[in-house]
């Protein structure tokens, strides 16, 4: 919050014209989640300086599904599903595209001083997905099961309570939104498909070890 503050307030006393921020969530407090809270705090803190801002909204990237730096096995394809739910939908974006509406929306800022943009291009469930990686990739994603307790020992809290938040509440984005600005924008299976990597453990013969 501290970061997001003071680039506000240096982009204000520079006069920056138009500032895009990277937010996240629903765009609403009381969620309990801290990464969306604090978020939350940083936009209202630009708006109070009146700055020219957009806000771009994504949730859930593609590529949590194959880069290895999030182990997938793990938080995606295990603990996630766990908590949230196997069958609840995922408001999806990847990032390349994710990229493609920020570098438009620089491109344009009369269109879209002031505007809050939630981004998805697809809605899909964690069950949904690994049957879309099954057909991408011609086996199912490995999973490495691990109590959520442990988990938690790793990265903390946010995630998890993230995705029990998700088990009973959603995120409410429209696709349609995303591909008005972005007709190019992939779908999950597009992604996947045009990819066909996997996470680690996920390659047949590989032992996933978080």
Known sequence: MRQGQTVA?????????????????????????????????????MRGLGLPVTI?????????MTDKAFYPS????????????????VTWICVDDLGAIAAKVFGDPESYVGKGLKLASDL???AECREIWRKATGHAPRQFPMPVWMFER?????????????????VPVDPADTYRLLPTASTV??????????APGDRPGETAVP
């Open 154 to 170: 790793f990265v903390g809290t946010d995630l998890t309570t993230m995705w029990r938040w998700l088990r009973h509440s959603d």
């Open 56 to 64: 771009l909204r994504p949730n859930a990237f593609m590529e949590l």
């Open 124 to 126: 899909r469930s964690i």
């Open 189 to 198: 299976e597009q992604w996947l498909t045009r990819h066909q990597t996997a």
């Open 74 to 89: 793990v938080s995606t394809w295990h603990v996630m599903p766990k908590l949230m739910g196997a069958d609840r939908p």
């Open 9 to 45: 307030d240096v982009a204000k006393s520079a006069g920056v014209r138009h500032l895009v921020y990277g937010s996240a969530g629903t765009g609403m407090s009381g969620t309990g989640v801290g990464s969306w809270e604090s978020k939350v705090a940083v936009e209202e803190h």
